[in-house]
Structure formats: C-alpha cells, structure tokens
C-alpha cells in the first residue's frame, strides 16, 4: 500500500514536471525575446540590397538639370520655355531616382551570374516601375513636346546652345525608353526567376 503511494507520488511529480516543461515552451515570448526578434528583423532589412544609380546615370542627370537651370537663366522665349520642361522634369526625374535607375546598378552583378538571396529587396523597385510605366511614357511624351517649343524658341532667339541640349534631353528620354527602363524591368524579372520568387 505505502510503496503503491510512492509510486503515485512519483508519477505525479513526473507529469507535474513535464507539464511545467510545456507551458514553459508555449508562454508568448517576454519582452527581451521580443526585443531580439525585433534586431533579428532589423538585420535582416539592413542585408536587403538596396542599389545605387550607376554613376553615369546620375552623372548625366546632374548635368542635364544644370543645363536646364542655365536655359532658364538665358531668359526671353527660351527661358519661359525651359521653365515649362523644368516643372514636367523634375517630379519626373525623382520618381526615376527612387524606383526606375536604381535597379540598373545591379547589372554589373548579374551580368557576372552573381544571384543573391538580398537582391530581393529591388523587386519592389523594379515591380513599381513596370507598373508605372505606362506613365513614364507618358511623362517623357509631354518633356518631348516642351522641349521642342524650347528648341524653337532658341532657334529664334539664336541661342543654339539650348537647342542642342533640348536634343539632347529627347535622346536620354529615348535611350530609357529604348535601353534603360527595360533593363531595370529585366534585371528585377531574372532576379524573380533566379530566387523562385
Ligand atoms: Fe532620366
Ligand atoms: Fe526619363
């Protein structure tokens, strides 16, 4: 009888502790568990790759809105018309720095087969810029048609400096429509493929 009460007992300290094991397993995390999950994700956000516009690129930006800023500057017909390309470029040019030039600064990367898990991160950029698109273009539409009053005011007023840069802004306009924004597109459409995302 008293060794069948031990037994009992023994039994009864035994699930005793492998209940406490449990609830101790399946208690919601304490605030310092919380804390390190949170670094964990911060870390991981830090890794996500974030690519910077090719140096050319922005170099070709920069230049091209300095040379706008001078138009403006150069005043009669010719200023008011490179104020008019200036108020359509400029928001046109920032959604192109956050989402549409970025992506390319990866290219170098892939062309060398080089694939990694980080990469994801510029999917957001290039998925955003392939739904844009549609307004991209319409974007460069309208620059194209302000920049062509530009040239024919400078034409007139002799000023054939700015009738070349308004040539040369149609034809960075053209080369991203032609080479650059589908490249972006491309690079985040292989990084899909080669992550199965
Ligand atoms: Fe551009
Ligand atoms: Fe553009």
């Known amino acids: ?84 390309v200036a108020k359509l470029l400029h928001p046109h040019f920032v959604k192109e720095e956050e989402y549409g030039l970025p992506p390319l600064g990866l290219l170098t990367q892939l062309a060398e087969g080089k694939v990694t898990p980080e990469m994801e991160g510029v999917l957001e950029m290039t998925d955003k810029l392939k739904a844009e698109l549609p307004r991209m273009l319409e974007d460069h539409h ?18 054939t400096e700015y009738v070349r840069f308004a040539e040369k802004l149609m034809s960075h306009a053209q080369n991203e429509e032609e080479v650059l924004y589908p490249a972006a597109i491309l690079a985040g459409e292989y990084i899909k493929l080669k992550l199965n995302k």
């Open 1 to 84: 009888m008293k060794s069948a009460v031990s037994l009992r007992g023994i039994i009864a300290i035994m699930c005793g502790s492998v209940f406490a094991f449990l609830f101790i397993q399946f208690l919601p995390p304490g605030k310092e568990a919380m804390k390190s999950a949170g670094a964990l994700e911060e870390i991981r956000k830090d890794q996500i790759v974030k690519p910077k516009i090719p140096q050319s690129l922005k170099l070709e930006h920069e230049e091209l809105h300095a040379e706008l800023a001078k138009a403006i500057k150069a005043g009669g017909d010719t200023g008011s018309a490179a104020e008019v």
């Open 142 to 159: 309208n620059i194209v048609a302000a920049l062509k009053k530009l040239s024919a005011a400078a034409e007139k007023e002799r000023k």
